[in-house]
C-alpha cells in the first residue's frame, strides 16, 4: 500500500472514529446527561393547557430545570414525546435528564380541578371563582372580557364578554391560560344557544347582546321555571310601550360597578345617571347584568304572550311573584307584600 494511500486510510478512520465519538456525545447529552447532577432540588412547574414544545423547553429553562432548550427539544422529537407531553403541575427534579423529566411529562400528575359555575354570576364574581379554584391571573382575565378575538363569535353586538360566561360544570387544569379558561366558557355558550335562537331574535327585533341582557334579568329576577316566561314577557311589554324597566337588579349591578353597593338599595340611587340605572332610563341598560343560564335564555326566545306590565315578589319565602296589568292593581299587591314582609 502506497503511502498515500495510508494517509487517506487514516484519516477516515479518524473521521469515523471522530465523528462517533461526536454522536456518542451528543447522544448522551440530548439523552442520558443529567441536567443538574449536583442539585436534587425539586421544582414545582406548571404547563399550561395549550402549551407548544418550545414553550415548555422555556418554562422549564426558566426555572433551571434543563441547561439547554435545544438538547431538550431534540430529545423530545427524537423519542417521538414531543406531542405525549401533558399540561398540568408538575414536580420536577433538578438531576433529573432530559428523557427524564420527559417520562415525568408523560404521566398523568396532572392537577384536575372541577368548577362549577352557577347560573345568575357576575363576570367578575366567575374570575374570582376562577382565580381561586384552578390559579388563573385575574388581570388578564379581566383584560380579555375585551379581547376582539373571544368577542368575534358573537357578531358586531356583543363588546363586552358579560352574559357569555356559561354557567355549567367544567374541567380544567391548574394553571391553564386564562384565554383558554374563557375559550372553553364562551365556546360552551355558543353550543347551548338554541339552534333557531337566529330566526327568533330576529322576530322579537332584538339583537344577540338585546336577548342577553334581556335573560340576565329573567335571571335575575326569578328561580322559578314556570315564571322566566312571564317575566320575559313583562319586560317585553315595558321595552316596547318605552317604560322605565325599573329592575332592581340593574341598579345592584350599576351600583357594583361603582364600587358603591353596600347591600341596601335607596330612593338616592333612583336618581344616579348612569346607563343601567333602568329607573332613570328607558329601554334596556348597555348589555347582560350576569350569565343567564339556557333556561333563562329560551324564556326569552319565547316569551308569554300577556298584558301584564308589573310583578312583585310575594315575600312568603316561596321565591313566587304576584304579576299586574295595571299600575293601581300593582301598587295594592306592592302594599300587601310589603306589610306581609314587616309582620
Known amino acids: 500500500m502506497h503511502n498515500k494511500q495510508r494517509l487517506i486510510v487514516k484519516y477516515l478512520i479518524l473521521v469515523v472514529l471522530t465523528s462517533s465519538f461526536l454522536a456518542l456525545s451528543l447522544s448522551t447529552s440530548i439523552f442520558d446527561k443529567t441536567n443538574y447532577p449536583h442539585n436534587n432540588q425539586e421544582v414545582k412547574i406548571t404547563i399550561p393547557q395549550g402549551s407548544y414544545l418550545s414553550q415548555i423547553a422555556d418554562s422549564l429553562y426558566g426555572n433551571n430545570l434543563i441547561e439547554n432548550r435545544i438538547t431538550f427539544i431534540l430529545a423530545a422529537l427524537i423519542t417521538n414525546k414531543s406531542r405525549s407531553m401533558k399540561s398540568g403541575r408538575y414536580v420536577l427534579n433538578q438531576g433529573l ?40 391571573d385575574s388581570l388578564e382575565l379581566v383584560q380579555l372580557l375585551e379581547d376582539s378575538v373571544l368577542l368575534n363569535p358573537f357578531g ?49 327585533g332584538l339583537n344577540l347582546n338585546q336577548i342577553l341582557t334581556l335573560a340576565s334579568l329573567v335571571e335575575k329576577e ?3 321555571s314556570d315564571e322566566r ?24 349591578y350599576m351600583l357594583i360597578k361603582r364600587d358603591e353597593w353596600d347591600g341596601n338599595l335607596q330612593k338616592r340611587h333612583k336618581k344616579i345617571r348612569d346607563p343601567y340605572n333602568t329607573y332613570r332610563y328607558r329601554g334596556l341598560p348597555p348589555g347582560p347584568i350576569a350569565s343567564p343560564g339556557r333556561a333563562s335564555i329560551e324564556a326569552v ?25 295595571t299600575l293601581r292593581q300593582h301598587i295594592n299587591k306592592v302594599n300587601r307584600y310589603q306589610k306581609r314582609k314587616s309582620q
Open 229 to 252: 316566561r312571564l317575566v320575559a314577557g313583562v319586560y317585553l311589554n315595558r321595552v316596547r310601550a318605552d317604560m322605565h324597566l325599573n329592575a332592581d337588579p340593574t341598579l345592584i
Open 156 to 204: 358586531k353586538s356583543l363588546h363586552h364578554l358579560e352574559g357569555t360566561l356559561f354557567p355549567d360544570t367544567y374541567n380544567f387544569i391548574k394553571g391553564t391560560s386564562p384565554r383558554i379558561v374563557f375559550e372553553k366558557l364562551t365556546n360552551r355558550f355558543l353550543s347551548q344557544l338554541p339552534k333557531d335562537w337566529k330566526q327568533k331574535s330576529e322576530a322579537l
Open 301 to 325: 326566545l319565547n316569551p308569554e304572550n300577556t298584558q301584564f306590565l308589573y310583578f312583585v315578589g310575594k315575600n312568603d319565602g316561596s321565591g313566587e311573584h304576584d304579576f299586574s296589568e
Open 97 to 136: 435528564s432530559n428523557v427524564g423529566i420527559l417520562r415525568e411529562m408523560e404521566s398523568t400528575n396532572m392537577e384536575d380541578v372541577i368548577v362549577t359555575i352557577p347560573e345568575g354570576l357576575r363576570s367578575d364574581e366567575i374570575i374570582s371563582m376562577l382565580c381561586r379554584k384552578i390559579d388563573v
Open 222 to 224: 326569578t328561580a322559578k
